[in-house]
């Protein structure tokens, strides 16, 4: 596992200063969706967010697709867009809970399938594009998440938009939480589904939907994820698995943030809540704690054997590269035979949120390794961001409105690679920061 020398601060600090009423640096990307609309010249649109983004980055506020030139790890080696420079950061923005992107035993098992496979499959899966690997993997996969058969996607957004848009129809309707993640909603669009939502997390709210819609034609999906990914919170599944019985519906779970963090062993969801083999269609991804690419649904065999030829995003899309895959099964093994890393994950999110929570930080409700830190204002929350870049901290900077108004925030994703001392660094920065900026004001 990769480990390196603690971060030198920089000393230079920025302040809010005359930024703070530049209304170029306030410009967020909702603006542009409303001047779309009130414009029939796409390409001018694209001018003008081009000249938004460049003078953002002059600034320091557009820290998005930063280059990195080494591993992922706790730590990474990242060039500077402003002078060039390369520079070694805490990484606090990945989605490699385990960091099995970067454990031996899965990367040697990528090095002897690229040796034997080559770099792609190929084709499509239905055609030459299925080796043993994907079905090994499968194989896998269903025993994980107790189910009966499983089917592999190229993405997690490939997964939920082909496998909803392939099991709803225009008579149907599809039950979601409000912070259900876009590849939910993209794949109720294109079913023609009917929507109909619930508060989040909100049992009473979900139980009204379900009333109001169970004499309604057609199936009714609920779909809800098992964390989410902006909040870091946990679905209370047993509650909503209760409900979804109780109404004749059908139950979908979003694994992607859940597997490999929840359960005694990092199962997911269903072991969490003791439900496994009781949940109808199980989605995850390999591209959280699994460290790859990818995604797969597992459910009953027939549900499964109707998606291979129904579902477009697997029909129409090429495999994934056998060493990819054959890196996944080896990651699967891992996450079941080196329990520690799952224990070192935990370990990291009790010290990181008890130490934050102490010194006054909004937290939201998390309760895993997605830690959002809520500034409520967007200038603010990229001052922040850069800050931290400047003092050697890789973070995401959300804003609105990729979450509401308020509720702009810094999203640290928690790792087992990361070491005490590295978390304690970004605590004293934050802190720090915190004073800076008057974020504790309220």
């Known amino acids: ?114 040796e034997k496979y080559g770099i792609g499959a190929g084709s499509p899966p239905l055609f030459s594009g299925y080796y043993d690997v994907h079905r090994e993997l499968e194989s896998n996969l269903s025993k994980l998440k107790a189910t009966e058969d499983t089917i592999i996607y190229p993405s997690g957004y490939a997964t939920n938009v082909g496998v909803i848009s392939a099991l709803l129809g225009k008579n149907d309707t599809l039950i979601l939480d409000k912070l259900s993640h876009a590849s939910i909603i993209d794949g109720g669009l294109l079913s023609r589904a009917k929507f109909a939502t619930f508060r989040h997390n909100d049992m009473e709210s979900l139980e009204r939907t379900l009333k109001k819609v169970q004499n309604d034609n057609g199936d009714k999906l609920v779909v809800v994820e098992g964390v989410y990914s902006m909040d870091g919170d946990i679905a209370p599944l047993d509650k909503i698995h209760a409900l979804v019985k109780k109404y004749n519906c059908k139950l979908m779970i979003d694994e992607a943030h859940a597997t490999g963090v929840l359960g005694k062993t990092g199962k997911g969801s269903l072991e969490h809540f003791n439900l496994e083999g009781k949940v109808d269609l199980v989605m995850g991804t390999f591209s959280k704690a699994l460290g790859g690419i990818g995604g797969y649904i597992c459910a009953k065999k027939e549900v499964i054997r109707y998606l291979r030829y129904y579902s477009h995003a697997y029909f129409f899309a090429a495999s994934l590269p056998p060493m990819q895959v054959a890196a996944q099964n080896e990651a699967l093994q891992v996450l079941l035979e080196e329990p520690q890393w799952h224990k070192q994950l935990w370990e990291n999110i009790e010290f990181f949120h008890t130490e934050l929570r102490s010194r006054g930080f909004n937290l939201e409700n998390s309760q895993t390794a997605i830690t959002p830190v809520v500034i409520g204002d967007t200038f603010l929350a990229q001052e922040v961001t850069k800050f931290l870049y400047e003092n050697g901290v890789f973070v995401n900077c959300v804003p609105y409105p990729a979450v509401p108004r308020s509720k702009d925030r810094l999203r640290f994703s928690l790792s087992a690679l990361h070491t005490k001392e590295n978390l304690s660094r970004v605590i004293e920065l934050l802190t720090k920061a915190a004073k800076i900026f008057n974020l504790l004001r309220n």
């Open 1 to 114: 596992m990769v480990q390196r020398q603690s971060v030198v601060m920089n000393k230079s600090t920025n302040t809010i200063g005359n930024l703070k009423h530049d209304e170029k640096l306030r410009k967020t990307l909702a603006d542009f969706v409303i001047q779309r609309r009130n414009s029939s010249d796409l390409f001018s649109l694209c001018d003008d967010l081009y000249e938004s983004i460049e003078y953002k980055s002059s600034h320091g506020h557009h820290l998005y697709g930063r280059v990195l030139v080494s591993s992922n790890a706790n730590y990474a080696l990242v060039e500077d867009s402003l002078n060039g420079s390369t520079k070694e950061m805490i990484m606090m923005g990945s989605n490699s809970y385990l960091g099995l992107h970067v454990h031996p035993r899965v990367i040697n098992a990528a090095k002897e399938a690229l």
